[in-house]
C-alpha cells in the first residue's frame, strides 16, 4: 500500500463522542451512500448466521440488515460509546420489533475486532474504513470471517473534499483535510489480507452547499473533524478563514459551492487457507477428466 498519513484514532474518537447527537442530523451523504451499498449487496447471494457492523455508529442499517437477513444475529460494533449510547436508544425499538434477534452492540476498534476466529458470516461497513488503517482492518475481518465468508463496504477516495483541500493549500502547506486511499491500493490490501477477487467500484457524489460555512457545518456535525497529527492545534482565526473562503468562491456553480465525496465500494470473499495450521502448504488435486 502507498505510504499514508493516518488520522489520530483518540482525536477521531473524541470527534465522534461529541458528535453523538448531531450526527443523524447531518448524515445526508451518509445514508445515500448506505442505500446505494445495499444496491451492491442485492445480487449477492449469502445467508449469513451472524453479521458484524463495523462502524455502525447511531445504528441506522439496523434495520435494514435486520429485515434482509431476519434469521441472522446482528452485532454492531463502534469504538464510540456516545454513538453507541445513541444505538442502545434504537435498539431499544428494534428489540420490541425483532425481539430477540435484537442487535448486540460492542465498544470496540474495527482494527481489533473482539470475535473469535470464523465466527462471523458476513462483515458489512458504510463510511467508517477511511478513520482506520485499512490493511488492519482486512486482516481482522479475514480472521474473523470463515473461508466463503463476505467483506462489503463503502469508504472515502482521494478526490473527496478536494475544493476544501485546494482552497486551504493556496493558504499554508499544513493539512486541513484528510487525505484518503486509493481504491487499487484498498484492493491489493484485501487481497494480501486472505480475500479472492476483490470487486472494487468508485463513484463520484456532489453536494452542494450554499456557503462553505454550511459545508463545515455539516462535518462537524459528522464527527468528521481534523484529526492529523500534522495539523495546526490552533483555531484558525476569522481573516484566515475569510480567505480560504474567498479562495473556495471560484469554485461557485451558480447559487452553489460543490462539494466532492469520492465514494469507493469494496467486497470480496474470503479464500480458502492455502496453508495448515502447521505451516504446511495446502494444493489442490482433481482426478483425470475432473474440472
Request: charged residues 25%; hydrophobic residues 45%.
Amino acid at each position: 500500500m502507498t505510504a499514508h498519513v493516518f488520522p489520530v484514532k483518540r482525536d477521531v474518537r473524541r470527534a465522534f463522542e461529541r458528535a453523538a447527537t448531531t450526527s443523524d442530523a447531518g448524515a445526508v451523504l451518509q445514508r445515500e451512500v448506505e442505500r446505494r451499498l445495499f444496491e451492491h449487496l442485492d445480487p449477492i447471494r449469502i445467508a449469513p448466521r451472524r453479521i458484524v457492523e463495523l462502524g455502525c455508529g447511531t445504528g441506522h442499517a439496523f434495520e435494514p440488515l435486520g429485515k434482509r437477513y431476519p434469521q441472522a444475529e446482528l452485532i454492531g460494533l463502534d469504538f464510540s460509546r456516545a454513538m453507541l449510547a445513541r444505538a442502545r436508544a434504537r435498539t431499544g425499538w428494534l428489540a420490541r420489533t425483532f425481539g430477540p434477534r435484537a442487535p448486540r452492540l460492542l465498544c470496540a476498534d474495527a482494527e481489533r475486532i473482539p470475535l473469535v476466529h470464523g465466527s462471523v458470516d458476513l462483515v458489512f461497513s458504510n463510511l467508517a474504513l477511511q478513520w482506520c488503517r485499512p490493511e488492519n482492518v482486512f486482516a481482522e475481518t479475514a480472521r474473523v470471517l470463515p473461508a466463503g465468508g463476505l467483506i462489503m463496504f463503502s469508504t472515502l477516495g482521494p478526490d473527496t473534499l478536494k475544493e476544501l483541500r485546494s482552497a486551504f493549500g493556496a493558504l499554508d502547506g499544513a493539512p486541513h483535510v484528510h487525505s484518503f486511499v486509493d481504491m487499487h491500493d484498498l484492493g491489493d490490501a484485501l487481497v494480501n489480507a486472505g480475500f479472492a477477487d476483490p470487486v472494487m467500484e468508485m463513484e463520484v457524489i456532489t453536494v452542494e452547499y450554499a456557503g462553505v460555512d454550511a459545508l463545515a457545518r455539516d462535518l462537524r456535525a459528522a464527527g468528521a473533524g481534523n484529526a492529523l497529527a500534522q495539523r495546526s492545534h490552533g483555531l484558525t482565526t476569522p481573516r484566515r478563514w475569510k480567505r480560504m473562503a474567498e479562495r473556495y468562491e471560484s469554485e461557485r456553480r451558480g447559487d452553489c459551492l460543490p462539494a466532492t465525496f469520492e465514494i469507493v465500494y469494496g467486497h470480496a470473499w474470503k479464500a480458502a487457507p492455502r496453508r495448515s495450521a502447521d505451516g504446511r502448504q495446502v494444493i489442490d488435486f482433481h482426478g483425470r477428466g475432473a474440472p
